[in-house]
């Protein structure tokens, strides 16, 4: 079964490794990794594939950067012409970015040419669909935020409408894809499969020391990530919280590794000197997956507006101030560390953790390291039934 697996950008490399080296193991399965471009920075791409223990991706559309439409487009013409030289008979497209949209989009749209010949290259003949063309599969289905002005939350809607199979992460997910009308039988619950990649790489995490490279102290540090375009786009916003990260980093040191688009937006606002000038705040290039992780493993507290991080604080029982109005990962604020904060509040809300006792937490069922293996299963079955 030749098997497409889609990585586009930073979190989706994480996705896609575990499931990568599960079905290598497999002697029916071939799967074969394209990587669209969208992210490309050596710190943003390269390095996390080194980490995961990824080979270079069989194919790479080379698509950057660009408006919505553009790269979005730039994703789907690309990548349609590999789907056609190469027919695959299952696309693995992961996450919500722009990418994991163009791809789907391009999947579901193979079976004929430009002049109306059906393309009958597929063995996966569907139900409601005339001709025949690859399975797309989404992982990590069925989170919503239910804010339609995210451009993530739209990429979901499509590409789980699109989608033959659902893996999905929680219960939560499988609720909101039944609500939505999607069948049943094309939901799979198969859990967290970032839990599986930090599992993977525990012990190397953990014998990186990245914290003690930068003199800092196990639970006396913080880290920030930001990049959401609601967050860093408008000088308004971005000022408040800069603002609000100068004051955290008066009562904790705060290490914040500044992801292209914010470093953009700070230098355009001129709110990098100021942020650079600060003492207590350790400014850095964006770093690579284990470095990341060992940072995390031993820091106080999060504040982030990142999806992943919010799952992974969860799992490691760290505390995580999530500068959003929203989540679609609702799980890590039921069972998990994870706090919905604003700008206006995010110093007090990092008080109440310096100060505070920790609140319990628990892990979510089936976030356990062991996701690749269950979908391995559910492409196993579905390659056995023939649909
Ligand atoms: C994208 C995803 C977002 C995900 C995030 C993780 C969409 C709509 N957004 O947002 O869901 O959470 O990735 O990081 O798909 N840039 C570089 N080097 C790079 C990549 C980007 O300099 O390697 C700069 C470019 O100026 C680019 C900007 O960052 O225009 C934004 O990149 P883009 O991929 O469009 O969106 P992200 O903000 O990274």
């Known amino acids: 079964m030749k098997i497409h697996l889609i990585a586009a950008a930073r ?3 994480m996705k896609i490794a575990p499931l990568y080296h599960a079905l290598k193991k497999e002697d029916w399965a ?6 669209t471009g969208q992210h490309y920075d050596i710190n943003m791409s390269d390095a996390f594939f080194r980490d995961l223990m990824l080979p270079e991706p069989d194919f790479h559309l080379g698509v950057g950067s660009g408006s919505h439409a553009e790269q979005t487009g730039r994703v789907m013409v690309e990548y349609e012409k590999i789907i056609f030289d190469t027919l695959p008979d299952m696309v693995v497209v992961v996450g919500d970015v722009n990418s994991t949209l163009a791809c789907a989009l391009a999947t579901t749209k193979v079976s004929y040419n430009q002049d109306g ?5 597929s063995r ?3 139900p409601d669909y005339p001709g025949y063309r690859p399975l797309l599969a989404h992982l990590e289905a069925g989170l919503r935020s239910f804010d339609r002005s995210m451009p993530e939350e739209i990429n979901r809607l499509v590409t789980d409408t699109l989608s033959d199979v659902l893996w999905t992460p929680s219960p939560d997910a499988d609720k909101n894809l039944k609500k939505e009308g999607i069948a049943e039988e094309k939901i799979i619950r198969v859990g967290n499969i970032m839990i599986d990649s930090l599992e993977m790489l525990r012990g190397v995490i953990e014998k990186q020391k990245m914290p003690e490279e930068l003199g800092l102290e196990c639970g006396k540090y913080a880290v920030v990530t930001l990049h959401r375009p609601s967050n860093v786009d408008t000088q308004e916003q971005l000022s408040t919280i800069c603002d609000g990260i100068l004051a955290i980093s008066d009562r904790i040191t705060t290490v914040f590794p500044v992801h292209p688009r914010t470093r953009k937006n700070l230098e355009k606002f001129d709110l ?7 003492k207590g705040l350790m400014l850095m290039e964006p770093v690579n997956y284990v470095r990341f992780m060992s940072l995390i493993f031993d820091c106080r507290f999060v504040l982030t ?5 919010q799952e992974e604080t969860t799992y490691l029982g760290i505390p995580c101030l999530t500068l959003r109005p929203n989540t679609e990962r609702p799980i890590t604020i039921e069972q998990g560390t994870n706090r919905l904060i604003t700008a206006e509040t995010m110093v007090e809300e990092a008080e109440k953790i310096l100060f505070s006792s920790p609140s319990s937490s628990q892990i ?3 976030w356990d390291g062991r996701t690749a293996e269950r979908i391995v299963e559910s492409i196993k079955d579905i390659s056995d039934s023939g649909c």
């Open 11 to 13: 979190p989706n490399f």
């Open 30 to 35: 071939e799967p074969c990794i394209v990587h």
């Open 117 to 121: 010949e059906s393309f009958c290259f």
């Open 124 to 126: 996966f003949s569907l």
């Open 272 to 278: 990098l000197k100021k942020l650079e000038n600060c």
């Open 305 to 309: 507006d990142s999806g992943g991080i």
């Open 364 to 366: 979510p069922d089936l």
